[in-house]
């Protein structure tokens, strides 16, 4: 079995400070962990993925994110948020065990990046 | 560079009416899927496909029908629509199981009343 917890539903930031979304995640494989960004009235773009390569991933517009399996955490940092980074953030885990696939989309966080 | 393309956009529906929307892509991939977006619940799973007429059901297929004749395509249908369908639903394919992107169409959104 597999989950994923995004631990705040809403995040507020002000421009230019720092932004966390935090994700933990259960899985009895190995996984591949995935953020995705879905801007209002869009679909969901890939932001990142681990793959059990390095640990801290570097993604577009800045984001990064480490994966700490000590702590099953996967938080998306940013340092220093913009107005367009306003969205809402879905941290997801696939395993892939003997040709089975599950993907566990987590509930969403929205960022609000206040000026 | 179409990618993923859902149609339609919007839908309004009356109860027990039937629909059907389309997912195309073109990038050649073998795996797609059907989510429904809810508030405060994430993304679920409705139905899948692994390939060229093969469909398997994901968390919540119960309303729903699936088909995949064509490799670029997947058709999502509601038989008799009802209140709860009300929703956003997307599609994603993938070419590459556990480590490929999920490549999503921008959404459709139906109402039904």
């Known amino acids: ?115 | 560079n179409a990618g993923v393309t859902q149609t339609p956009k919007f839908r309004v529906l009356k109860t027990g009416q039937s629909m059907t929307l389309l997912c195309a892509q073109d990038m050649n991939h073998e795996y797609m899927y059907w989510y429904r977006q809810d508030p405060g619940m994430g993304l679920r799973l409705i139905h899948y496909s692994v390939g060229e007429g093969t469909t398997a059901k994901g968390e919540v297929p119960d309303g729903y029908n699936v088909s995949r004749l064509k490799k670029q395509n997947f058709l999502l249908g509601l038989e008799s629509a009802a209140p709860s369908q009300t929703s956003v639903y997307f599609c994603a394919s993938t070419g590459t199981l556990n480590t490929g992107e999920l490549f999503f169409g921008e959404g459709s959104r139906l109402t039904v009343l």
């Open chain 1, 1 to 115: 079995a597999q989950s994923v917890t995004q631990l705040d539903s809403h995040v507020s930031v002000s421009e230019g400070t720092p932004v966390l979304l935090r994700c933990n995640y259960s899985s009895s494989y190995s996984p591949s962990l995935f953020w995705y960004v879905q801007h209002p009235n869009k679909g969901l773009q890939l932001l990142l993925k681990y793959t059990s390569a390095a640990t801290l991933v570097k993604g577009i517009n800045g984001f990064e994110a480490e994966f700490k399996k000590s702590e099953t955490s996967f938080h998306l940092t940013k340092p220093s948020a913009h107005m367009s980074d306003a969205a809402e953030y879905f941290c997801v885990v696939r395993i892939n065990s003997g040709g089975y696939q599950k993907v566990t989309f987590g509930i969403g966080t929205k960022l609000q990046v206040i000026p």
